[in-house]
């Protein structure tokens, strides 16, 4: 395919915050919150493909502003076989892919996290219960618990994972899961899980599958290099071939990707308070 010259251009980040439009070469131009040194980032995978088609670019140029990149992937893939020669290997012949795949990104072996949730059966592994099986972690199972237990440990800045748009349910149940874990991690709660995190750390969603809810808020532009390597990286997942279309849509995207910011509204009664007093119309007129 051929690319046109804007593609092999330096790297460039936009953030579209409100109505201005921040631009600049590294991700701390263009950060609310810019915390140098300790930025560390945490990429929650559904399944071991997702951030990859998700955030092969980003997690290259995090590599090259030195920030530590982890990817956290949740489940053992046994239900991805495209061969029924391999239903009984999938699962070891995926985390070898794996490992290829993300170490030619530059991520290191150590930082690539297998929580081994069953594939496709992780409505099973909601919310926290105690149990002493070989799942166990502190004497417990379940999504919360892995998640809760893997943020103390990391203490990443900032997350990222698939939206929550995403058709498929492994996606829509680690996206709840996980958004409920970081209020876990940052609080008292279970304290053998371990340290609280000192600050709920930012989170933005990637597309995979399915489109963003809203539009996203920050666009990445990498180095034509980078997407060449991207694509090969998302080659290395032999075995997954129903992801042939998707690696098909990153090559003709050219080396962009997006992402979306997630922000929580806490409730605050006081909020509501003036639209039922009498002045509720200047009230609206003041929304407007």
Request: proline letters at 5%.
């Amino acid at each position: 395919m051929i690319y046109s010259e804007k593609f092999k251009t330096k790297t460039e980040y936009v953030r579209l915050v409100g109505d201005e439009r921040r631009t600049g070469e590294t991700l701390a131009d263009v950060s609310r919150s810019w915390q140098g040194e300790r930025e560390r980032f945490l990429f929650i995978s559904p399944h071991d493909d997702d951030v990859l088609l998700g955030a092969g670019l980003f997690m290259q140029l995090a590599v090259k502003e030195k920030v530590p990149v982890y990817i956290m992937i949740v489940t053992d893939g046994s239900m991805g076989y495209c061969d029924e020669n391999e239903k009984n290997s999938i699962t070891e012949l995926r985390k070898k892919e794996t490992y290829d795949c993300y170490m030619s990104l530059g991520i290191p072996r150590e930082n690539i996290i297998w929580l081994g949730f069953q594939d496709c059966r992780l409505n099973s592994f909601q919310g926290r219960r105690f149990d002493n099986s070989e799942m166990s972690l502190k004497g417990a199972v379940g999504l919360q618990n892995s998640f809760t237990h893997w943020i103390r440990k990391i203490a990443p800045t900032q997350c990222f994972l698939p939206t929550s748009s995403d058709i498929h349910p492994d996606h829509k149940i680690v996206h709840q899961e996980f958004l409920i874990s970081l209020f876990h991690a940052a609080g008292d709660i279970w304290p053998e899980l371990g340290e609280p995190v000192s600050k709920v750390p930012y989170v933005h969603e990637m597309g995979v599958y399915c489109d963003f809810p809203t539009p996203p808020h920050l666009r990445v532009k990498a180095p034509f290099s980078m997407l060449e390597k991207k694509v090969q990286a998302a080659e290395k997942f032999k075995s997954q071939r129903q992801v042939s279309s998707l690696i098909e849509i990153v090559r003709k995207s050219g080396p962009y990707e997006y992402l979306r910011e997630l922000k929580y509204k806490l409730y605050h009664p006081e909020a509501y308070y003036a639209m039922f007093e009498r002045s509720h119309h200047y009230y609206l007129q003041g929304q407007r």
